[in-house]
């Protein structure tokens, strides 16, 4: 009996090795080193690591912005080298640059046209995304005088525009206040939600661990850890048992007698967990 075939990934990264070549008596600099991940199409894939471990350069030639020196990345089964690959992809760099003398709708209008939209359907699209982002209200206001999380917001509807059906998120909330930075969480919710599916790195760890379905950990160029966040943060070896309105004399009991007892509850049973910052601190330090 035969089986499916695997359906192809949103994202392939196979043996990637990335080395800049230095000056005149200078050591090569390696940033990635033989690395090897998958985005499954539909999830929120998260990659994290300290400044200077490699995610910016992996994230950089998914994108087809610099070329592997060994290795191959491809986005729905075409290569990043091919200018075809990127029809399917929205960017939101770390900090995105806009026209400050331009208003929200005229900027998305502009970024509109360089995508090959026109008309009404860009109009339409243009306003639902200044919507969908909050942004309705500030419309008609120059750029010049949006907050950074305003700007980072602006950047998600530019980046929405021509229904992409990959997102590549570089640190989209950094520098962003507490509220705004919800918000953006928000809306990568929404994305999956939509069956978008998001690439996304970032530092803030706890919010990383809210909305991605699966994580690697980067360090010196390398996967040190990859997989579901629930599985990653789970504790090995230990278990845990929550009750609800439990005798003391029950605490000491096992889990037979909290089955027996019928005065309590068991709310959950599993691995307690740790944090993902825990985890990523632990990961970081292991040697490469």
């Given amino acids: 009996m035969s089986t499916a075939p695997e359906p192809t990934p949103a994202v392939a990264v196979e043996n990637l090795s990335k080395v800049f070549k230095a000056g005149l008596g200078k050591r090569a600099f390696v940033a990635v080193r033989d690395l090897s991940l998958t985005v499954r199409e539909g999830e ?13 350069t992996t994230m950089k030639t998914v994108l087809g912005l610099l070329a592997p020196t060994r ?38 209008l502009f970024y509109g046209r360089l995508c090959g939209l026109a008309g009404a359907e860009l109009r339409d699209r243009a306003r639902e995304m200044l919507s969908l982002t909050g942004l309705e209200d500030a419309a008609d206001r120059r750029v010049a005088g949006y907050s950074k999380g305003m700007l980072q917001r602006l950047g998600l509807a530019q980046a929405l525009l021509h229904r992409p ?3 590549v998120l570089d640190e989209p909330t950094a520098g962003v206040d507490p509220a705004g930075s919800r918000k953006i969480r928000d809306l990568i919710l929404g994305f999956r939600e939509q ?9 803030l760890l706890e919010q990383m661990q809210e909305v991605c379905d699966r994580v690697g950990i980067m360090a010196h160029g390398r996967m040190m850890r990859e997989g579901r966040v629930d ?14 309105d439990a005798s003391p004399e029950l605490l000491a009991g096992i889990r037979e007698l909290v089955e027996r007892d019928g005065r309590a509850a068991l709310v959950r049973s599993g691995q307690p967990r ?9 990961a970081t330090e292991e040697k490469p």
């Fill in 44 to 56: 929120v894939y998260g990659l994290i690591g300290p400044n200077g471990c490699g995610k910016s």
């Fill in 71 to 108: 290795g191959r990345t491809a986005i729905f089964g075409r290569s990043s080298t091919e200018v075809a690959s990127r029809q399917a992809v929205g960017f939101l760099p770390e900090n995105p640059y806009f026209y400050k003398h331009l208003n929200g709708l005229e900027t998305l």
């Fill in 165 to 167: 059906r990959l997102v």
């Fill in 195 to 203: 069956g978008l599916t998001v690439l996304v790195t970032s530092h």
């Fill in 231 to 244: 599985e990653l943060i789970a504790v090995e070896n230990q278990t845990e048992l929550v009750l609800r």
């Fill in 274 to 282: 740790t944090t993902l910052e825990s985890l990523f601190l632990e």
